[in-house]
């Protein structure tokens, strides 16, 4: 019979076994999708999969720095507890170096790579820290920046990783100034590094609102415009890096600081661990409650 990516999707969806494991347990069982389960329980691939539909918005965002190339990433799971686990910040370490030398495009890809050089993918070595773990845990995102011997990287990481910031400073190696305006970041919270990042189409829209507002609040049409744009300026310092407000001395601009360094700001990722993703309900002692029942 032959093997679809239907099948295997499906019974990926459902048992959350490695895509390359549900391929090969279809292949082993022609198809059967019953069998191919089964297959996967035996071979106890299937263990990650009784996790896969559990809510995992908490974890840990982790910086790896390798010479002139760098990775923010976040690995989620379900508890803030696994976080200080030592076998989950391995597995921080482990994925960061991976992808630092692998490069991979996306998640998907990297989940498919080979690890560590002895036929393990990326994908079967979290579910093997599932397993020992005893949660769900994924590797949500990650993004590499690269930079010149000229450059540098600026790394800060909050609270366990509840937030990581990854800066890219040009035409200075101070470290130092770079990871000044990685905390600055984590902070503040910044959209954009300056207002000709802004795509034009959320300006037009701020721009409509505001203009409705003074409309509202009844000002005068001649003087609308003018108010508007003194406005928008008020909304590009909420949101755009370089015009924010340095959080290390309020009596200049971020802007200002990085200049008075020499230097330039390229860009900056900031991740919050699990922004937009679904929180999970239970308070602890429900948890507990729950579990005592089982």
Known sequence: MAITAKLVKDLREKTGAGMMDCKKALQE?????????????????????????????????????????????EVNCETDFVVKNDQFKAL?????????????????EALQQELQGDGETVEKYINATVAKIGEKISLRRFTLLNK??????????????????????????DADTAKDIAMHAAAVSPSYVSRDDVPEEEVN????????????????????????????GKYFEEICLLEQDFVKDQDQKVKQYI????????????????????????????????????
Not at 215 to 222: A, R, T
Not at 266 to 293: C, H, I, L, S
Request: charged fraction near 35%.
């Open 92 to 108: 921080l370490s482990e994925l960061g170096k991976h992808i630092l030398k692998q490069k991979p495009e996306t998640v998907e």
């Open 29 to 73: 069982t022609d198809g059967d999708m019953d069998k191919a389960m089964e297959f996967l329980r035996e071979k106890g691939m299937a263990k990650a999969a009784k996790k896969a539909d559990r809510i995992a918005a908490e974890g840990a965002a982790h910086i790896e720095v390798s010479n002139n190339t760098a990775v923010l990433l």
């Open 205 to 232: 829209k701020e721009r409509d609102v505001l203009k409705t507002q003074a409309m509202n609040e009844g000002k005068p049409e001649h003087i609308v415009d003018k108010m508007v744009e003194g406005r928008l």
């Open 259 to 294: 200049d008075g360094k020499n230097a330039s700001l390229k860009t900056f990722v900031r991740y919050e661990v699990g922004e937009g993703m679904e929180k999970r309900q239970e308070n602890f002692a429900e948890e507990v409650k729950n579990q005592m029942k089982n």
């Open 148 to 173: 010149t011997d000229n450059d540098t990287f600026g790394a800060y990481t909050h609270m366990d990783g509840s937030i990581g910031v990854l800066t890219l400073l040009e035409g200075t190696t």
